[in-house]
């Protein structure tokens, strides 16, 4: 009984996996609540394959990647290992999202890549990099980052609108204030906080 269960499970386990699993690497389950271990090194691989949701462990290295495109592993929430060394980046502009990905996630896992291409780059570290070594850079932050920095913008123009109408409103209750005042009172002496226009 223990074996056709054992066995059950071994069935299962990769058809599970395979939903999820990219078909270049192979992937291990750690078991629901700790996720997926997911083995792309030494493939060869030029771009990055679509991951698991879960993916806790992700072993890049020994590739042919160049970039990682902006966004792409924004949804790895359960990430907690990282190897990317011995790959071939490019560092332009493209490497900016790695760069500062890499920097929140980890630093020691910046400070083994090194560039590729081009020349005059070749073997600095990427955490080294700075914005004269990449140049003039149009685009730098993926599009979600964008979208945030818009919305951003437009809550704090509408929070000094907000605030210059209330400002203005106050300004505008005092004269009234005052002209009450000044209606009831016409025998009795103008106080000085009211100016007559």
Known sequence: MELLAMLGCVLLLPTVLGEDCPSQ????SLGEPWGTRVDCSSRGLRALPTLPRLTRSL????????????????????????????NPW????????????????????????????????????????????L????????????????????????????LLLVAWALKLSKKLVCQLRLGRRLNRSIPKTCKIL
Not at 25 to 28: A, D, E, N
Not at 77 to 84: D, N, R
Not at 143 to 162: N, P, S
């Open 90 to 133: 490019h560092c332009d502009c493209h490497i900016l999202y790695l760069k500062l990905w890499l920097q929140d996630f980890s630093a020691p896992a910046l400070a083994r890549l090194r560039c590729a291409s081009p020349v005059r780059l070749r073997m600095k570290p990427l955490g080294q990099l700075t914005g004269n070594d």
């Open 25 to 28: 690497c192979s992937c291990w």
């Open 135 to 162: 140049g003039v850079c149009t685009r730098l932050l993926p599009t979600k980052c964008l979208q945030f920095f818009w919305r951003d913008l437009i809550l704090i123009a509408g929070a000094v609108i907000t």
């Open 59 to 86: 072993r890049l290295h020994n590739n042919s990647l160049a970039s990682i495109p902006a966004g792409a592993l924004d949804s790895l929430g359960h990430l907690q290992e990282l190897q990317l060394w011995d």
